[in-house]
């Protein structure tokens, strides 16, 4: 239970930690959030060009109405209200480029980075887990070789080179599956068949490509494997007469898997990094893509905003794996994880 | 005559130590030949009867002369030097092709790769520093409020999604300078590293030698340094490349899709014009793609090798059994 809380309060620790570097970066900006907002302000808004005519009290409430802060306020009364807004009433400020509210321009892309993330995250720790067994089991053979050889290869290749490699064989060559989008045109997004047969269609290379990100956690998983294979305690359960599946599971899987701790709450944080990359390979429309657009426009509000949607997906999906983990791993649970 | 001399050295150790004087004027020349031996000969001698790190620093050093040598024989590559379009292996003076812009890949290739280097090198020793730090002052006060702090603090880092941050950075900064960039980059990557070190940390304290060290009465600060740190020398380089190679991974990525201001020439950034000109549908700029990816897998290529061959080349039996100056009987 303890560890539970503490792994909580760890999560929401680092919202706000994220919280405050956004906020900090926001300040940093070369002159101040005013001065770079006012450029901004002026090309999008039409105000009166030439940036002198500007009346400045008019600029300080546009820039107030957007970023959510007054401009004049010293840092920490500008930090609290910020932090207010963005946790109490999930107002992250308004749009410069498209004057929508952030948190609804957000929101209407958040399930499909979701969507992306969580099944890379699935499929490739799930393949992952089981090719690494199996060449484990398999120890020296001609299969554990080969695809030694071949995951050593796959970990020197970029996911995104993944993903155009894929777009090209998969999508140019044999028009098998659809290269961009996140559903066909003409398709409602409502709950039937149609809908969501073209969603996964759209999302099946996206995903495959993030997957490739964790192609060395099988080699990793192989070694802990073949390693846990030799120990005393699985001749001694071999001479109990524990069955293979049992032993397999409880023996192997778990031990195999513990020590990769660390590696795998970084695998989950660098999956939904990666989307970024991706859905811009794929021109898929999901977090990503509203960055890119935001970094495009210098759209400073929606920049934040998302960066700290995208560090509340990722810590979720971190405190799930957790949670998770902690069934696994008795130590964790006594407060003593140094995996 | 081996045996003795380490004999004789475990017995002098405990004093000189001691004293924390290091001053051991009368085997000043064995000792010299003993560390050029340890640090020099043997590993060249392992480097050829491993050959992955054989290829991988052959790989690695190709491109070091590509940078280089390569840069001051080639010319800058101009859009409109050559006809566009070249296809590759086709003209002795345009052997990757050119562009669509008729500048020579091969040329552009060449001249981004100082560019990489500095990128990899500011990324990696800072990520690599905080790392260590982080990892080694965590680990010798296991349990400590120090301790929790840090791991705390590196936790949070760990959980912040690397490229969105990193994306924000640069838009607030944009970073021209490529060690900006390797910095940015390498600000993200040492939480894993710092938490492998610590748990390493943790680990060599268990060992017997040190154990040993204790009982023999060496003062802390020796056993820190010569038991604890020198062993994680290794594991720290190894490392290191597999860092080199995520920071290429990034830097490339995202000047593939064009979030990084544009200053010189850049493997990513030829990988996006190409792309931007939807090179993936017309054969005939499709080696405009190809180059510039090959030579990304290739270079990371070198460093997972050379990593992987660091692993052999720091495993102490195999350092042993290569070098010279260390008896067959494992004594240490």
Redesign the interface.
Known sequence: MRYFLTRLGQAVLTMVTAVVISFALFQAMPGGPVEAMRSQIIQNRGLEAGGTNVNMEQLRRLVESYSNMNPEDPFHVQLLDSSKNIFVEGDLGTSIYRGEPVTSLILQRLPWTTFIGVYAMVIGYLASFLIGSMMAYKEKSRFDSVLSVVLTALNSVPYYIVGVVLIFVVGVKFGLLPIGGRVGSGVDPAFTVEFFASAAAHAALPILSIAALLTNTALTLRENAVRVLGEDFMRVAKLRGINDARMATRYVGHNAILPMYTKIMIGVAGIFSGTVIVEQVFSYPGMGLLLFDAVKTRDYPLLMGTMIFFTAITVTAILVADITYGFLDPRIGAGDADG | MQMADSELDRDELAELFDEADEDATESRSEELRRSIDLTVRTPIRILFHDWRALLGSSIIVGFVLLGTVGKSLVEEPTSGQAPILVPPFQSTDHILGTDLYGQDLAAQIVYATPDMFKMVFAGGVLAITLAAVAGVVSGFARGSTLDKLVM?VV??I????????V???????QPKNPYVVGILLGLDNW??LA??I??QV?SIREEAYVESSKVMGLSKRTIYWRDILRQLMPYTLINSAMAA?RII?ES???Y??G?LPVQSFNWGVIMNLA?QANA??QPRKFHW?LVP?VT??LF??G???FS?GMDSLFNVRLRARYSETIAEVDDE
């Open positions: 705390t936790d949070i760990i959980a912040i999604p690397g490229l969105p941050l994306i924000v950075l640069a838009a607030v900064f939480p894993g938490r492998a610590r748990s943790l190679r991974f490339v990525g995202l593939f899709i979030v792309y993936l549908y793609l990816m990304i897998i990371s290529f460093l997972v090798l992987q």
